[in-house]
């Protein structure tokens, strides 16, 4: 995206858009632990960059006074009956019930109190909630019964990028994708490269999109930062095969169709640009993007 100023809370606003666009739940980002993710994925996330979470289960019947005689047979019911609390939590999250979300992890945390995905869960909450400080009493939490659990260090990454200190948010993105197991490394790499262009590094951010598409060709942030980076550098072959390739792999937003637009007006394809003008005024027309096309504000 940009070098300026501005651009990386213009940067942020566009993966977060895009998460939520494209159904990505949580910090495009996050993910919310089952085992995250994103940042947020989606509402989007956002921001939620993604949110990825178990639909609500069904709640678990009381359990019978008397514990198994097995003490490792007990502490594997414990660690279900946490996991369905932490399921429902991740529901009620999704659908922005932040305080039936917590009760839910309230009542996880009573039967297993060292569960870090549930800690990390409530990190996410809270981020959204906009306490940070208790946000980040939960990530550290969560790391430090699971310190090499990647959803939680992208997670955690995420909130440390959205409250301005992308260099320590880039640490963890760059500790999550350790684990050769890890199971989504695009996300952190995507991640990585929104908070590099918070950093004004444009350099480091191409070569985070490039990795986090080489691992995953259909990831929609790093088809877009791509785009825009090409764009603004004219390098308009590679601009317009991202723009085009997000906009044949997803449903539209405001934001892809402004990406192809600018990019196929500098390429000089009339016909595109008008064909995709009138969708953008059609399906968003009170989006900021359909109100710099009516001002001709193309950014050239």
């Known amino acids: 995206m940009r070098a300026a100023a501005s651009a990386p809370r213009s940067a942020l606003r566009v993966a977060v858009a895009l998460c939520v666009a494209l159904g990505w739940l949580v910090a495009g980002c996050t993910s919310v632990q089952e085992s995250a993710q994103p940042v947020r994925d989606a509402r989007s996330a956002d921001g939620r960059n993604a949110v990825r979470a178990t639909p609500p289960a069904p709640r678990a019947e009381p359990r019978a006074p008397d514990r198994p005689a097995d003490p490792s047979r007990a502490e594997a019911d414990d660690r279900r009956r946490a996991q369905i609390r932490l399921e429902l939590a991740a529901g009620f999250y999704q659908q922005a019930n932040y ?35 208790r946000a980040e009493e939960a990530f550290r939490r969560a790391l430090s019964i699971a310190p090499e659990d990647s959803e939680i260090l992208n997670n955690y990454g995420w909130f440390l990028c959205q409250t301005e200190r992308p ?52 990831n929609p942030v790093a088809m877009y930062h791509l785009g825009e980076i090409y764009l603004k550098r ?67």
């Open 99 to 133: 305080a039936q979300a917590l009760e839910e992890l309230r009542a996880a945390f009573a039967v297993d109190p060292n569960f870090a995905a549930a800690h990390g869960l409530q990190g996410l909450v809270f981020m959204d909630l906009g306490d940070r400080v």
């Open 167 to 218: 260099r320590e948010g880039i640490a963890q993105f760059q500790a999550a994708l350790r684990n050769p197991l890890y199971a989504t490394p695009a996300r952190p790499l995507h991640n990585a490269g929104v908070c590099a262009l918070r950093l004004g590094d444009t350099e480091a951010a191409e070569g985070y999109f490039q990795r986090s598409f080489q691992v995953d060709p259909r």
């Open 234 to 300: 004219n390098d308009l072959d590679r601009a317009r095969f991202h723009s085009q390739r997000l906009l044949s792999s997803y449903p539209p937003s405001a934001e892809t169709l402004w990406l192809a637009i600018r990019v196929d007006r500098r390429v000089g394809d009339r016909d595109s640009v008008a064909s995709l003008s009138s969708q953008l005024r059609r399906q968003f027309p009170t989006s900021r993007e359909a109100s710099l096309l009516q001002r001709g504000a193309f950014g050239d």
